[in-house]
Protein backbone atom coordinates (compact mmCIF):
# COMPACT_ATOMS: atom_id res chain seq x y z
CA UNK A 1 0.00 0.00 0.00
CA UNK A 2 1.41 3.29 -1.10
CA UNK A 3 2.12 5.76 1.86
CA UNK A 4 2.18 9.07 0.53
CA UNK A 5 4.30 12.20 2.22
CA UNK A 6 2.01 15.42 3.02
CA UNK A 7 5.23 17.04 3.84
CA UNK A 8 6.59 19.98 1.98
CA UNK A 9 9.00 21.77 4.53
CA UNK A 10 11.09 22.89 1.70
CA UNK A 11 8.45 25.34 0.07
CA UNK A 12 7.05 28.22 0.88
CA UNK A 13 3.10 28.90 1.53
CA UNK A 14 1.51 29.33 -2.03
CA UNK A 15 -0.63 32.39 -0.23
CA UNK A 16 -2.01 33.60 -4.11
CA UNK A 17 -3.51 29.81 -4.88
CA UNK A 18 -4.15 28.13 -1.85
CA UNK A 19 -6.00 28.55 1.73
CA UNK A 20 -3.77 28.76 4.27
CA UNK A 21 -4.31 27.64 7.62
CA UNK A 22 -1.97 28.02 10.58
CA UNK A 23 -2.95 25.61 13.32
CA UNK A 24 -1.46 25.29 17.41
CA UNK A 25 -1.20 21.64 18.13
CA UNK A 26 -0.36 19.95 21.53
CA UNK A 27 0.50 16.46 20.89
CA UNK A 28 3.12 13.69 22.21
CA UNK A 29 3.28 12.96 18.83
CA UNK A 30 6.56 13.77 16.72
CA UNK A 31 5.30 17.48 15.30
CA UNK A 32 5.83 15.96 11.45
CA UNK A 33 3.50 13.24 12.69
CA UNK A 34 0.73 14.92 13.93
CA UNK A 35 1.41 17.74 11.10
CA UNK A 36 0.26 15.28 8.63
CA UNK A 37 -2.34 13.22 10.38
CA UNK A 38 -3.82 16.74 10.20
CA UNK A 39 -3.72 16.99 6.27
CA UNK A 40 -4.26 13.70 5.46
CA UNK A 41 -7.69 13.96 7.16
CA UNK A 42 -8.68 17.17 6.27
CA UNK A 43 -7.59 16.44 2.43
CA UNK A 44 -6.84 12.76 0.74
CA UNK A 45 -6.28 10.27 3.73
CA UNK A 46 -7.14 8.78 6.62
CA UNK A 47 -6.04 6.97 9.78
CA UNK A 48 -4.52 4.11 7.44
CA UNK A 49 -2.90 3.81 3.53
CA UNK A 50 -6.18 3.11 0.90
CA UNK A 51 -5.73 1.37 -2.28
CA UNK A 52 -7.93 3.40 -3.89
CA UNK A 53 -5.90 6.66 -3.46
CA UNK A 54 -3.54 6.84 -6.54
CA UNK A 55 -0.53 9.64 -7.17
CA UNK A 56 -2.51 12.13 -9.58
CA UNK A 57 -5.37 12.39 -6.95
CA UNK A 58 -3.16 13.51 -4.17
CA UNK A 59 -0.81 14.91 -5.87
CA UNK A 60 -3.77 17.56 -7.22
CA UNK A 61 -6.19 17.54 -3.69
CA UNK A 62 -3.50 16.21 -0.80
CA UNK A 63 -3.57 18.94 1.32
CA UNK A 64 0.34 20.61 2.27
CA UNK A 65 2.31 21.00 5.26
CA UNK A 66 4.57 23.64 4.50
CA UNK A 67 6.04 24.60 7.56
CA UNK A 68 6.54 23.48 11.66
CA UNK A 69 8.02 26.19 14.05
CA UNK A 70 7.38 25.66 17.52
CA UNK A 71 3.64 24.45 18.13
CA UNK A 72 2.58 25.84 15.31
CA UNK A 73 2.29 24.08 11.70
CA UNK A 74 1.18 26.14 8.56
CA UNK A 75 -1.32 23.84 6.30
CA UNK A 76 -2.37 25.03 2.72
CA UNK A 77 -5.42 23.31 0.99
CA UNK A 78 -5.31 23.33 -2.90
CA UNK A 79 -8.02 25.33 -4.68
CA UNK A 80 -9.51 22.45 -5.81
CA UNK A 81 -10.25 21.07 -2.67
CA UNK A 82 -13.47 23.79 -2.58
CA UNK A 83 -16.75 23.94 -4.17
CA UNK A 84 -17.05 25.03 -7.25
CA UNK A 85 -19.96 27.09 -6.41
CA UNK A 86 -18.30 29.57 -4.72
CA UNK A 87 -19.32 31.67 -1.29
CA UNK A 88 -19.55 28.51 0.70
CA UNK A 89 -18.36 28.85 4.01
CA UNK A 90 -19.92 25.19 5.57
CA UNK A 91 -17.72 23.89 2.77
CA UNK A 92 -14.84 25.62 4.05
CA UNK A 93 -15.34 25.06 7.19
CA UNK A 94 -15.38 21.19 6.41
CA UNK A 95 -12.05 21.25 5.39
CA UNK A 96 -10.04 23.45 7.65
CA UNK A 97 -12.21 23.22 10.53
CA UNK A 98 -13.37 19.88 10.46
CA UNK A 99 -13.02 16.73 11.76
CA UNK A 100 -9.01 17.46 13.14
CA UNK A 101 -10.33 18.72 16.24
CA UNK A 102 -11.72 15.57 16.91
CA UNK A 103 -7.94 13.38 15.89
CA UNK A 104 -7.43 11.32 19.06
CA UNK A 105 -3.72 11.62 18.24
CA UNK A 106 -3.75 15.10 18.97
CA UNK A 107 -4.01 16.55 22.72
CA UNK A 108 -5.24 19.71 21.35
CA UNK A 109 -5.55 21.86 18.15
CA UNK A 110 -6.51 25.12 17.25
CA UNK A 111 -7.20 26.57 14.04
CA UNK A 112 -5.48 30.23 14.86
CA UNK A 113 -6.13 32.08 11.79
CA UNK A 114 -6.59 31.37 7.95
CA UNK A 115 -5.74 32.97 4.55
CA UNK A 116 -8.21 32.97 1.55
CA UNK A 117 -6.70 33.48 -2.19
CA UNK A 118 -8.77 35.92 -4.53
CA UNK A 119 -10.53 32.73 -6.19
CA UNK A 120 -12.26 32.31 -2.80
CA UNK A 121 -12.86 35.80 -1.13
CA UNK A 122 -14.04 36.49 -4.90
CA UNK A 123 -17.17 34.33 -4.50
CA UNK A 124 -18.67 36.47 -0.87
CA UNK A 125 -19.53 40.42 -1.49
CA UNK A 126 -18.34 41.54 2.17
CA UNK A 127 -20.74 44.29 4.13
CA UNK A 128 -23.24 46.54 2.42
CA UNK A 129 -22.91 49.38 4.51
CA UNK A 130 -19.50 48.28 6.75
CA UNK A 131 -18.30 50.64 9.07
CA UNK A 132 -18.31 54.36 6.87
CA UNK A 133 -21.88 53.22 6.79
CA UNK A 134 -23.02 52.85 9.75
CA UNK A 135 -21.33 56.33 10.52
CA UNK A 136 -23.25 57.84 7.98
CA UNK A 137 -26.70 57.15 8.74
CA UNK A 138 -25.34 58.16 12.09
CA UNK A 139 -23.98 61.48 11.13
CA UNK A 140 -20.91 60.28 13.36
CA UNK A 141 -17.48 60.46 11.49
CA UNK A 142 -14.88 59.99 13.76
CA UNK A 143 -16.18 59.18 17.21
CA UNK A 144 -16.22 55.66 18.46
CA UNK A 145 -20.08 54.78 18.43
CA UNK A 146 -21.55 54.34 21.80
CA UNK A 147 -24.12 52.04 22.90
CA UNK A 148 -26.41 50.23 24.97
CA UNK A 149 -27.38 46.25 25.44
CA UNK A 150 -31.32 46.65 26.91
CA UNK A 151 -31.05 45.50 30.30
CA UNK A 152 -32.80 42.96 31.75
CA UNK A 153 -31.61 40.90 28.32
CA UNK A 154 -35.21 39.16 28.56
CA UNK A 155 -38.25 40.56 30.52
CA UNK A 156 -39.40 43.64 29.38
CA UNK A 157 -42.34 44.76 27.54
CA UNK A 158 -42.37 46.40 24.30
CA UNK A 159 -42.87 49.50 25.96
CA UNK A 160 -40.70 49.47 28.43
CA UNK A 161 -38.20 48.42 25.70
CA UNK A 162 -38.67 51.05 23.81
CA UNK A 163 -38.77 53.53 26.85
CA UNK A 164 -35.11 52.38 27.63
CA UNK A 165 -34.14 53.06 24.10
CA UNK A 166 -35.63 56.35 23.77
CA UNK A 167 -33.70 57.46 27.08
CA UNK A 168 -30.26 56.21 26.50
CA UNK A 169 -30.72 58.16 22.85
CA UNK A 170 -31.76 61.03 25.14
CA UNK A 171 -28.96 60.27 27.15
CA UNK A 172 -26.42 60.92 24.05
CA UNK A 173 -26.09 57.34 22.92
CA UNK A 174 -25.74 56.12 19.48
CA UNK A 175 -26.90 52.58 19.38
CA UNK A 176 -28.82 49.86 21.11
CA UNK A 177 -30.09 46.13 20.67
CA UNK A 178 -31.92 43.30 21.96
CA UNK A 179 -29.62 41.13 23.74
CA UNK A 180 -28.30 37.84 21.96
CA UNK A 181 -31.50 35.89 23.56
CA UNK A 182 -34.43 38.34 23.27
CA UNK A 183 -36.39 37.64 19.93
CA UNK A 184 -39.72 37.06 19.75
CA UNK A 185 -41.02 36.22 23.13
CA UNK A 186 -44.28 36.11 24.40
CA UNK A 187 -43.59 38.82 27.02
CA UNK A 188 -41.91 40.75 24.07
CA UNK A 189 -43.65 39.99 20.92
CA UNK A 190 -40.93 41.23 17.61
CA UNK A 191 -43.44 42.87 15.71
CA UNK A 192 -44.89 45.16 18.78
CA UNK A 193 -41.05 45.98 20.29
CA UNK A 194 -39.97 46.89 17.02
CA UNK A 195 -42.88 48.98 15.97
CA UNK A 196 -42.45 50.94 19.75
CA UNK A 197 -38.57 51.14 19.12
CA UNK A 198 -38.66 52.85 16.04
CA UNK A 199 -41.04 55.51 17.10
CA UNK A 200 -38.67 56.08 19.97
CA UNK A 201 -35.92 56.04 17.37
CA UNK A 202 -38.04 58.91 15.26
CA UNK A 203 -39.26 60.58 17.97
CA UNK A 204 -35.29 61.52 18.66
CA UNK A 205 -34.61 62.16 15.34
CA UNK A 206 -37.19 64.73 15.36
CA UNK A 207 -35.12 66.13 18.31
CA UNK A 208 -32.07 65.95 16.61
CA UNK A 209 -30.32 62.96 17.78
CA UNK A 210 -29.61 60.13 15.21
CA UNK A 211 -29.63 56.46 17.26
CA UNK A 212 -30.29 52.66 15.91
CA UNK A 213 -30.86 49.96 17.78
CA UNK A 214 -30.25 46.13 16.07
CA UNK A 215 -33.63 43.94 16.20
CA UNK A 216 -32.51 40.84 17.25
CA UNK A 217 -33.90 38.45 14.18
CA UNK A 218 -31.82 34.95 14.94
CA UNK A 219 -34.21 32.38 13.99
CA UNK A 220 -34.10 29.13 11.87
CA UNK A 221 -32.36 29.32 8.56
CA UNK A 222 -35.66 29.11 6.45
CA UNK A 223 -37.26 32.03 8.50
CA UNK A 224 -34.79 34.67 9.00
CA UNK A 225 -34.74 36.08 5.66
CA UNK A 226 -39.25 37.11 5.76
CA UNK A 227 -38.51 37.62 9.88
CA UNK A 228 -35.84 40.34 8.81
CA UNK A 229 -38.00 42.05 5.87
CA UNK A 230 -41.11 41.90 8.11
CA UNK A 231 -38.93 43.96 11.15
CA UNK A 232 -37.94 45.90 8.81
CA UNK A 233 -41.16 46.80 7.34
CA UNK A 234 -42.03 47.48 10.77
CA UNK A 235 -39.26 50.22 11.17
CA UNK A 236 -35.89 48.38 12.07
CA UNK A 237 -32.93 50.48 11.12
CA UNK A 238 -30.33 47.73 11.81
CA UNK A 239 -31.04 44.20 12.56
CA UNK A 240 -29.08 41.28 15.14
CA UNK A 241 -27.44 37.56 13.83
CA UNK A 242 -26.30 35.61 16.28
CA UNK A 243 -23.62 34.18 13.66
CA UNK A 244 -22.43 30.99 15.68
CA UNK A 245 -26.12 29.74 16.49
CA UNK A 246 -27.71 30.74 13.56
CA UNK A 247 -24.83 30.34 11.12
CA UNK A 248 -22.67 32.26 8.53
CA UNK A 249 -24.76 31.55 5.97
CA UNK A 250 -27.84 33.09 8.07
CA UNK A 251 -25.48 36.57 7.66
CA UNK A 252 -24.55 36.03 3.89
CA UNK A 253 -28.25 35.54 2.72
CA UNK A 254 -29.56 38.96 4.56
CA UNK A 255 -26.17 40.66 3.23
CA UNK A 256 -26.95 39.46 0.06
CA UNK A 257 -30.37 40.28 -0.22
CA UNK A 258 -30.87 43.34 -1.82
CA UNK A 259 -33.95 43.66 -0.01
CA UNK A 260 -32.52 44.20 2.98
CA UNK A 261 -31.55 47.69 3.24
CA UNK A 262 -30.56 48.07 7.01
CA UNK A 263 -27.13 46.84 8.55
CA UNK A 264 -26.10 44.13 10.19
CA UNK A 265 -25.14 43.67 13.75
CA UNK A 266 -23.33 40.40 14.18
CA UNK A 267 -23.14 38.72 17.82
CA UNK A 268 -20.73 36.05 18.48
CA UNK A 269 -23.18 34.16 21.45
CA UNK A 270 -21.68 30.46 21.96
CA UNK A 271 -18.07 31.51 20.54
CA UNK A 272 -16.50 31.30 23.91
CA UNK A 273 -17.28 27.12 23.30
CA UNK A 274 -14.18 26.88 21.21
CA UNK A 275 -12.53 30.47 21.03
CA UNK A 276 -11.86 29.91 25.68
CA UNK A 277 -9.00 27.80 25.23
CA UNK A 278 -6.31 28.89 23.90
CA UNK A 279 -5.27 25.32 22.78
CA UNK A 280 -8.07 23.88 21.54
CA UNK A 281 -10.77 25.29 19.06
CA UNK A 282 -10.92 28.20 16.91
CA UNK A 283 -9.72 31.44 17.33
CA UNK A 284 -12.05 34.70 17.01
CA UNK A 285 -10.10 35.70 13.74
CA UNK A 286 -10.81 33.14 11.17
CA UNK A 287 -14.34 34.16 12.55
CA UNK A 288 -13.74 37.57 12.19
CA UNK A 289 -12.49 36.68 8.54
CA UNK A 290 -16.00 34.92 7.70
CA UNK A 291 -18.44 37.54 9.05
CA UNK A 292 -16.34 40.26 7.02
CA UNK A 293 -16.56 38.03 4.22
CA UNK A 294 -20.13 37.16 4.70
CA UNK A 295 -21.16 40.56 5.29
CA UNK A 296 -21.56 41.95 8.55
CA UNK A 297 -21.44 44.98 9.22
CA UNK A 298 -20.55 45.27 12.84
CA UNK A 299 -19.42 42.49 15.01
CA UNK A 300 -18.31 41.55 18.73
CA UNK A 301 -14.47 41.23 19.63
CA UNK A 302 -14.57 41.64 22.80
CA UNK A 303 -12.81 44.41 24.90
CA UNK A 304 -9.58 43.41 24.37
CA UNK A 305 -8.40 42.01 28.01
CA UNK A 306 -10.66 45.26 29.34
CA UNK A 307 -14.11 44.03 30.03
CA UNK A 308 -16.12 40.68 32.03
CA UNK A 309 -15.36 37.92 29.24
CA UNK A 310 -12.52 36.29 29.31
CA UNK A 311 -10.11 37.17 26.25
CA UNK A 312 -6.58 37.58 25.73
CA UNK A 313 -4.83 41.21 26.32
CA UNK A 314 -4.14 41.67 22.72
CA UNK A 315 -7.15 42.29 19.92
CA UNK A 316 -5.36 38.84 18.27
CA UNK A 317 -5.56 40.38 15.32
CA UNK A 318 -9.35 41.33 15.33
CA UNK A 319 -9.50 44.50 14.65
CA UNK A 320 -7.20 44.70 11.58
CA UNK A 321 -9.24 41.54 10.19
CA UNK A 322 -12.05 44.26 10.30
CA UNK A 323 -10.88 47.11 9.16
CA UNK A 324 -7.85 46.35 6.76
CA UNK A 325 -7.35 46.93 3.82
CA UNK A 326 -6.71 43.55 2.58
CA UNK A 327 -9.44 42.05 1.57
CA UNK A 328 -11.88 43.46 -1.25
CA UNK A 329 -15.10 44.13 0.68
CA UNK A 330 -16.13 47.52 3.01
CA UNK A 331 -14.47 47.16 6.71
CA UNK A 332 -16.74 46.19 9.32
CA UNK A 333 -17.44 47.89 12.82
CA UNK A 334 -15.78 46.60 15.74
CA UNK A 335 -17.92 46.34 18.35
CA UNK A 336 -16.02 46.46 22.31
CA UNK A 337 -18.92 44.80 24.70
CA UNK A 338 -18.97 42.63 27.90
CA UNK A 339 -18.84 44.24 31.43
CA UNK A 340 -17.93 47.64 30.03
CA UNK A 341 -18.44 50.71 32.24
CA UNK A 342 -17.16 54.33 31.72
CA UNK A 343 -13.64 53.94 33.95
CA UNK A 344 -12.68 51.49 31.12
CA UNK A 345 -13.61 53.47 27.98
CA UNK A 346 -10.23 54.91 27.93
CA UNK A 347 -8.65 51.57 27.83
CA UNK A 348 -10.74 49.99 25.36
CA UNK A 349 -9.50 52.93 23.05
CA UNK A 350 -5.97 52.51 24.06
CA UNK A 351 -5.81 49.38 22.70
CA UNK A 352 -8.63 49.48 20.36
CA UNK A 353 -8.29 53.04 18.66
CA UNK A 354 -11.22 55.38 17.84
CA UNK A 355 -13.08 53.57 15.27
CA UNK A 356 -14.79 50.89 17.49
CA UNK A 357 -18.45 50.65 18.80
CA UNK A 358 -18.17 50.63 22.34
CA UNK A 359 -21.37 49.23 24.40
CA UNK A 360 -21.86 48.79 28.04
CA UNK A 361 -25.52 46.91 29.48
CA UNK A 362 -24.80 46.82 33.15
CA UNK A 363 -22.65 49.52 32.65
CA UNK A 364 -25.48 52.23 31.71
CA UNK A 365 -28.67 50.18 33.40
CA UNK A 366 -26.59 49.82 36.56
CA UNK A 367 -25.95 53.70 36.87
CA UNK A 368 -27.38 55.38 40.15
CA UNK A 369 -29.47 57.64 38.31
CA UNK A 370 -31.00 55.36 35.59
CA UNK A 371 -30.64 55.01 32.13
CA UNK A 372 -30.42 58.52 30.69
CA UNK A 373 -27.65 58.99 33.50
CA UNK A 374 -26.17 56.09 32.42
CA UNK A 375 -26.18 57.00 28.61
CA UNK A 376 -24.85 60.56 29.79
CA UNK A 377 -21.74 58.85 31.55
CA UNK A 378 -20.87 56.39 28.64
CA UNK A 379 -21.08 59.21 26.14
CA UNK A 380 -19.38 61.51 28.70
CA UNK A 381 -16.25 58.60 29.01
CA UNK A 382 -16.22 58.17 25.00
CA UNK A 383 -16.25 62.37 25.01
CA UNK A 384 -12.96 62.46 27.34
CA UNK A 385 -11.51 59.40 25.63
CA UNK A 386 -11.59 61.00 22.34
CA UNK A 387 -10.30 64.31 23.04
CA UNK A 388 -7.58 62.51 25.42
CA UNK A 389 -8.58 64.06 28.54
CA UNK A 390 -8.32 61.60 31.54
CA UNK A 391 -11.83 60.54 32.50
CA UNK A 392 -11.38 61.82 35.97
CA UNK A 393 -10.84 65.73 35.26
CA UNK A 394 -13.50 65.16 32.68
CA UNK A 395 -15.59 63.86 35.97
CA UNK A 396 -15.37 67.07 37.54
CA UNK A 397 -17.71 69.20 35.08
CA UNK A 398 -19.78 66.33 34.15
CA UNK A 399 -21.82 64.74 36.97
CA UNK A 400 -22.96 61.64 35.64
CA UNK A 401 -19.68 60.41 34.98
CA UNK A 402 -18.06 61.07 37.94
CA UNK A 403 -21.25 59.01 39.46
CA UNK A 404 -20.26 55.97 37.45
CA UNK A 405 -17.03 56.29 38.03
CA UNK A 406 -17.78 56.84 42.11
CA UNK A 407 -20.12 53.62 41.45
CA UNK A 408 -17.32 51.29 39.02
CA UNK A 409 -14.15 53.48 39.35
CA UNK A 410 -11.78 53.60 36.58
CA UNK A 411 -9.79 50.90 35.03
C1 LIG B 1 -22.91 42.53 27.37
C2 LIG B 1 -23.67 41.43 26.67
C3 LIG B 1 -23.01 40.94 25.43
C4 LIG B 1 -21.57 40.58 25.64
C5 LIG B 1 -21.18 39.35 24.84
C6 LIG B 1 -23.90 40.26 27.59
O1 LIG B 1 -23.66 42.89 28.49
O2 LIG B 1 -24.95 41.90 26.28
O3 LIG B 1 -23.78 39.86 24.95
O4 LIG B 1 -20.88 41.66 25.17
O5 LIG B 1 -19.80 39.20 24.91
O6 LIG B 1 -24.99 39.70 27.42
O7 LIG B 1 -23.01 39.94 28.32
P1 LIG B 1 -22.91 43.73 29.65
P2 LIG B 1 -18.89 39.43 23.60
O8 LIG B 1 -22.49 45.04 29.05
O9 LIG B 1 -23.95 43.91 30.75
O10 LIG B 1 -21.74 42.91 30.07
O11 LIG B 1 -19.19 40.84 23.22
O12 LIG B 1 -17.51 39.17 24.09
O13 LIG B 1 -19.35 38.43 22.58
MG1 LIG C 1 -25.70 40.06 25.61
Known amino acids: MKEYSYLHLDE ?11 YRVTTDLPMEKAAEAIAAEQSTGTWTGISTLDGDVFGRLGARVVS ?20 SVPQILSVIAGN ?57 SPEKTAEYVYEAGAGGLTNSKDDETLVDQAFCPIEDRTIAVSEALDRLEEEGHMMMHAINVSTRGDKITELAE ?20 AVQALAEDPSIKVPIHVHRTMHGAFTKDPFHGIAMLPITRLVRMCGGDALHIGTLGAGKMSSGAGDGGNLGACLGGDVPYKSVMP ?77
Open 12 to 22: KADYDEYVVCK
Open 68 to 87: IGGDMITVEYPPEDFSIETG
Open 100 to 156: LFGLGSLKGVRLEDVSFPDSILSGFKGPKFGAEGIRKALKRPEKPLVGTIVKPKIGL
Open 230 to 249: KVQEWGAREIMVDVITCGFG
Open 335 to 411: VCSGGVYPGIVADITSRAGMNVQIQAGGGVAGHPGGVRCGAMAMSQAVDAAFEGIPAEKYAETHKELAEALEKWGVK
